[in-house]
């Protein structure tokens, strides 16, 4: 199958290069040139521009940090929305419903069909082809992808709704968010009270409050901290603030998911955007005067 691949950031060079690897002719592009020489050193073939890639191929994929980025990149001038024979419009990231039905709309001005397929799963998982991916749109169209999306990771077929697989990706990533903001309490309240951080880990993990913050994020990087998971914290906080949005105009009301929106925040403000989302524990830990990192023997 041929393939464009616009976005070979922390998940999408792992994602492309699985389509690579897995045997299809993949048309790379991305912002940084050393990006693309990578994939290109491996197989790919390297464009110049998002409508480059959208006059090579049908089907185009991309992998964006943004919502508004993903807009420019789909709908923009040189944008894949001028390309002179791309047919299908993949989108991995997260933009939230809105943005997902607004693109759909622009696109089909153009006879482009625009698929939402976020993934979760985080860069281990797009490196070993574990993560969800989440795809909505036309059935014909989401059937025509499913073989290259399969090679990315778990497929799920989520509904012909635009949007839909946005959703279900923004439900996803609060529950994360929220499970990293209350075991890092946790954790901190435990340390200050003098419980060994390892001990509590491993009672969690056998006990009604284990999630993946307490099986993976906290024993994997932050007891050691090398706080090195993979996703900015900046980037979680947009998403939990999607939800929040979406949530609203549902008419429901987010008091949990506010307050995990809040501690993302302080993370942001005070350490920066760029930090590891699991960087969250450490406003908690400055508060405290504590780490949760393992004893010294």
């Known amino acids: 199958m041929e393939i464009g691949f616009i976005g070979l950031g922390n998940m999408g060079a792992h994602m492309a290069r699985r389509l690579v690897e897995a045997g299809h002719k993949v048309i790379v592009y991305d912002t940084r040139q050393e990006a693309i020489g990578n994939l290109a050193a491996l197989g790919a073939t390297a464009a110049r521009s998002p409508k480059e890639v959208a006059d090579l191929v049908e089907t185009v994929l991309v992998s964006l940090p943004t919502p508004d980025i993903v807009l420019k990149v789909a709908t923009g001038p040189d944008g894949v929305i001028e390309g002179k024979r791309v047919r299908r419009f993949v989108d991995l990231s997260t933009t939230g419903a809105v ?3 607004r693109i759909f709309k622009l696109l089909a001005a153009r006879d482009i069909v625009q698929i939402d397929a976020p993934v979760s799963g985080g860069v281990r998982g797009a490196e070993k082809g574990t993560v969800a991916v989440m795809a909505s749109g036309p059935r014909a169209d989401v059937e025509a992808v499913e073989p290259a999306l399969k090679v990315i990771g778990k497929f799920f077929n989520i509904g012909e709704r635009p949007g839909s697989g946005q959703t279900m990706k923004l439900c996803n990533n609060v529950l994360s968010a929220a499970a990293m903001a209350a075991t890092s309490e946790s954790m901190v309240m435990g340390v200050k009270a003098g419980l060994d951080p390892r001990i509590m880990l491993d009672v969690i993990n056998v006990s009604s409050g284990r999630s993946t913050a307490t099986e993976q994020k906290f024993p994997e990087v932050v007891l050691p901290r090398t706080f090195n998971q993979g996703f900015a914290a900046g980037l979680m ?22 307050a995990v929106a809040g501690l993302l925040k302080l993370t942001c403000d005070e350490l920066g955007p760029d930090k590891d989302v699991t960087q969250m524990v450490q406003p908690l830990e400055q508060r405290a005067g504590i780490e949760v990192r393992a004893p010294k023997a």
């Open 99 to 101: 943005m997902a039905q």
């Open 237 to 258: 906080l947009k998403d939990v603030n999607l939800f929040i949005s979406e949530a609203k105009a549902l008419g429901l009301t987010n008091n949990v998911i506010e």
